[in-house]
């Protein structure tokens, strides 16, 4: 990435921006852009909360999958073969193009596997959209015999992703559409890609007047930071009423189908400083992370407005279900956890 813009390789994410300067002389230009995201939501908002207690619509079969990363090692394909998950999905950051001939031969040993690739954003390809046209079409030429959804975009409302305002993110999905329109008219496109409980960006990102469609929508539903995923935000928003909020955002919008996909959720493990993606503060152990987890799958499964849910992801020693620190692969609690509720979701077990 370009400066100021770095890699964390140990969280898998970036590093917040410490050039405030830079980060406010970017906000300050997408100004208008906050402000006219935030008065749509003021209004759409009680359109929404009324929706959610008039519609209702059939119940949808969710399916669980899980993200697998280059960097992990091939390790991962015996283990996704023992968990039996059938759903991937996996990075492609655009600063690594180099790297895609990688990518592609590491994609293709996951046979049998229905595969979602996120492709990563950074500021480069934010800029200069004659760039991002060509390398998504070198990603789309490469991939088109093995995989059909890609997600455009991760965590869009982060700075430190490399958006600074809806507005820049849906210039870059808008350019990436013609892309795909152009020469792969198969291909799926995922979208926005928002994380944890913002929705006036996804409402931006629903409601506008862009040309742009999003053949599913991807959320990053995070809700660590609450404890439990029974617990509410705000006094009335626990996992459940989060999730049917969101769907009823999707039913008012023409610029998205009917696929919602939690497509990233994790809590973080204390003790795993600095694999943590957050402060100890957020950290829980691994018993109760197990515990977490089988609690806000159960509650995606069983709310019937999910299609497909996450878990970001197989190997990761500060949030995952595999510890690979020492070169050692340690599965941990919630790798059985998880393997039972795959296999109980697929018929298996009982």
Request: net charge neutral; aromatic share 14%.
């Amino acid at each position: 990435m370009k400066s100021p813009f770095h890699w964390d390789s140990y969280s898998d994410q970036p590093h917040i921006i410490k050039d405030r300067a830079y980060k406010r002389q970017q906000k300050k230009k997408h100004i208008f852009s906050y402000i006219s995201m935030f008065l749509l939501f003021l209004v759409l908002f009680p359109v929404i909360m009324i929706a959610h207690l008039f519609v209702r619509t059939d119940k949808k079969n969710c399916e669980i999958g899980l993200g697998v990363n280059l960097d992990k090692g091939s390790e991962q394909y015996r283990l996704v073969d023992e968990l039996g998950v059938s759903h991937l999905i996996i990075r492609i950051p655009l600063w690594e193009m180099e790297k895609l001939d990688e990518y592609v031969a590491f994609i293709e040993g996951f046979t049998g596997k229905n595969i979602v690739i996120n492709i990563l954003q950074d500021r480069e390809h934010i800029e200069d959209h004659e760039l991002l046209e060509h390398d998504v079409k070198r990603i789309f030429h490469a991939l088109k015999d093995n995989v059909n959804e890609f997600q455009i975009g991760n965590a869009v409302n982060r700075a430190k992703w490399g958006f600074f305002s809806m507005s820049e993110y849906l210039a870059f999905y808008q350019c990436v559409q013609a892309a795909r329109d152009n020469d792969f008219p198969k291909i799926e496109l995922i979208g926005p890609s928002v994380i944890d409980f913002e929705y006036y960006y996804t409402t931006n990102a629903l409601f506008n007047f862009r040309k742009i469609k999003f053949d599913a929508l991807s959320a990053l539903l995070y809700v660590d930071r609450r404890g439990s995923p029974y617990n509410p935000q705000y006094w009335i928003f626990d996992t459940q009423f989060k999730i049917r909020v969101l769907r009823n955002i999707m039913r008012l919008s023409r610029k998205v189908s009917d696929k919602l996909y939690l497509t990233e959720v994790n809590w973080p493990l204390s003790g795993t400083a600095p694999y943590a993606p957050t402060s100890e503060t957020e950290c829980i152990d691994e018993q109760t992370y197990a515990e977490y987890m089988r609690d806000y799958l159960t509650i995606a499964l069983q709310s019937g407005e999910v299609d497909r849910v996450y878990w970001h992801q197989l190997i990761a020693p500060g949030y995952g279900l595999v510890d690979n620190r020492n070169d050692q692969i340690r599965k941990m609690s919630a790798f059985e956890v998880f393997k039972k509720i795959v296999a109980k979701t697929a018929g298996k077990v009982n």
